[in-house]
């Protein structure tokens, strides 16, 4: 099952045909059936609200908490095949190598402690061997204080003095990209971590700049800043010109959302192509760093996650 197009120059109606075909598929029918739905009637916008709800009630585990902390469901063992059926079929499961053979810049998603040294590991191993890189490579994340489980996995890898997600990436890019210091830093503290933000650029020797940024939340008297919010801060510090092809890097269960929130927030409003892939499982972290076991709960919250990007993005679309 094929996401909406990214490449640059993608119609609103081809994007919106393309959104109508994941949503509608068999194995998103086949979900909502299992678990007691009826699928929704109404145009595409009605039939994207209907999944909205049914999926708040079924499949949000984590009830507003952060990821980690989601409720693990029990499910049967058919139930769980099913589901991890749909998650390969949807392409929440397998990594995907890069399309072409070279990009404009290469957009890293911050997440969780472990995630962030992976992801900084592959995007440099994808500068270095696979992807020429002609503008920036851009690692985006937030002042999200560390939970105290990833600052334990952060001290059995021995690095040891990150307290926020941005400190991660920023260590992942010293280690991955063998440097130092940065070239510039600049940022505004603001006093409270749901406002504040940074920049740190660095230039690495036979590579593309490498630029860290801490983005602000776009409601900070709610919440921290999300995935939406990182890619608009970095379009607004980078010149993106229509046409130009983004190639983002996160981990494959985030694919299909994080896919669909950059069609919104990059494509539409500015023109470029996106192509989303997933580290490669092979690929190794600059520092030991396990790996969290995805359960058929993590899926379907991650799928409900899909479907809640996709519904932005029509009503984005349908409003253009």
């Given at each position: 099952?094929?996401?909406?197009?990214?490449a640059a120059g993608t119609t609103r109606e081809r994007l919106l045909a393309g959104v109508r075909s994941w949503v509608e598929s068999t194995p998103v029918r086949r979900l909502v059936t299992h678990f007691g739905g009826d699928w929704p009637d109404g145009d595409l916008a009605a039939v994207l609200a209907g999944l909205d709800a049914f999926s708040a009630r079924r499949w949000d585990f984590r009830q507003g908490r952060e990821r980690p902390d989601a409720r693990e469901p029990a499910f049967d063992p058919a139930t769980a095949g099913l589901v991890l059926s749909a998650a390969a079929e949807l392409g929440l499961v397998r990594a995907?190598?890069?399309?072409?053979?070279?990009?404009?810049?290469?957009?890293?998603?911050?997440?969780?402690?472990?995630?962030?040294?992976?992801?900084?590991?592959?995007?440099?191993?994808?500068?270095?061997?696979?992807?020429?890189?002609?503008?920036?490579?851009?690692v985006l994340g937030?002042?999200?204080?560390?939970?105290?489980?990833?600052?334990?996995?952060?001290?059995?890898?021995?690095?040891?003095?990150?307290?926020?997600?941005?400190d991660v990436?920023?260590?992942g890019v010293r280690l991955a990209f063998g440097v130092t210091e940065p070239d510039d830093e600049r940022g505004e503290p603001a006093g409270h971590p749901h406002r504040a933000w940074?920049?740190?650029?660095?230039?690495?020797?036979?590579?593309p700049p490498v630029r860290v940024l801490a983005a602000p939340s776009s409601e900070p008297d709610r919440r921290r800043a999300h995935t939406a919010d990182t890619?608009?801060?970095?379009?607004e510090h980078v010149r993106l010109r229509a046409g130009d092809p983004v190639l983002m890097v996160t981990a494959p269960i985030y694919v299909p959302f994080q896919h669909c929130d950059a069609l919104r927030t990059l494509a539409v409003p500015y023109g470029c192509g996106i192509e989303t892939v997933g580290v490669d499982p092979a690929a190794r972290a600059a520092v030991?760093?396990?790996?969290?076991?995805?359960?058929?709960g993590r899926y379907l919250q991650e799928i409900r996650s899909a479907l809640r990007s996709m519904r932005a993005l029509h009503a984005t679309l349908a409003a253009g």
């Open positions: 099952m094929t996401l909406p197009g990214g995907v190598t890069p399309a072409r053979s070279g990009y404009a810049h290469l957009l890293v998603l911050g997440g969780l402690a472990h995630a962030c040294l992976r992801r900084t590991a592959y995007a440099a191993v994808l500068a270095r061997t696979a992807a020429e890189v002609t503008g920036e490579v851009a937030s002042f999200r204080p560390l939970s105290a489980a990833e600052s334990r996995t952060l001290d059995a890898a021995g690095l040891s003095g990150c307290a926020t997600e941005v990436l920023d260590a940074s920049s740190r650029t660095y230039r690495p020797a036979g590579l890619q608009r801060f970095w379009a030991d760093v396990p790996e969290p076991t995805l359960t058929p």
